[in-house]
């Protein structure tokens, strides 16, 4: 079941973030959350015209609430998808043995993935936070994962592409993210790609995968 969020919870959020996070890894928070919503704004409605039109079970949809809840997920799946970077590795580690949150010893030795993937556990003890989806988001933001939905897409991007970010090429991968979020996503899994080898890190052992279902999907969706 998703989150019943107060009014103000999103500002909550911010707030414990502001205190918890140092101020570089804050401003990359917000800024994630910023460019995630612009994503929202742009795509949210394509979005559901789509899902209405697929609707291949008659099940009645409720635009305005399917905005809703998609809105609360973005935001705090854009602001919490870092939160595991407040503890340190080994207290990741440890708090991975001691609730036997599955890693492979792959993920359990690479720092630059292992937030992502353990933020869902730390997010529902520390916040009470129990939504799925947005465990989903946060898991998939480092290294993608199989079955990218439209919030998983928006969060990965985001996160690749907020305003503090810069890299040659961004400003091409911002125009084309406010155009076609699919193809965006493509070149953005790309530049991912070649940035993870051109610093001699290694590479997970799904990224393949990912990456073909990436164009796999893309080319299904453009037929």
């Known amino acids: 079941m998703p989150i019943k969020l107060k009014n103000n919870f999103i500002v909550e ?7 918890k996070m140092d101020n570089q890894l804050y401003l990359h928070s917000i800024g ?8 929202l704004n742009i795509h949210l409605d394509y979005y559901l015209n ?3 039109s697929n609707n291949r079970n008659n099940i009645r949809i409720n635009k305005l609430n399917k905005k809703k809840k998609i809105y609360n997920q973005v935001s705090i799946a854009s602001l919490l998808h870092d939160y595991g970077k407040i503890y340190t590795y080994e ?4 708090i ?19 937030h992502g993937l353990i933020a869902p556990y730390l997010i529902s003890k520390d916040l009470n936070i129990k939504d799925k989806q947005i465990y989903k988001a946060i898991r998939s933001h480092t290294i993608g994962s199989n079955k990218m939905g439209f919030i998983d897409k928006i969060i990965y ?3 690749k592409l907020e305003v503090n970010r810069n890299f040659e090429g961004i400003e091409n ?10 193809l965006c996503l493509l070149e953005v899994y790309k530049s991912n790609i070649i940035y993870v080898i051109s610093k001699n890190y290694l590479l997970h052992p799904n990224t393949s995968k990912i990456w073909n279902n990436i164009c796999g999907g893309l080319k299904n969706a453009t037929k």
């Not at 994630?32 to 994503?39: F, G, K, V, W």
């Not at 207290?91 to 440890?94: F, V």
């Open 173 to 182: 991968l911002r125009k084309l993210s406010y155009k076609n979020l699919d």
């Open 32 to 39: 994630t959350y910023d460019y995630s919503l612009t994503l």
């Open 157 to 159: 991007i985001a996160d």
């Open 13 to 19: 959020i911010k707030n414990y973030l502001k205190e």
């Open 96 to 114: 991975a043995n001691e609730n036997n949150i599955l890693l492979s010893s792959f993920e359990k030795e690479n720092r630059q993935i292992i």
């Open 50 to 52: 789509n899902l209405c």
């Open 91 to 94: 207290e990741m580690i440890k």
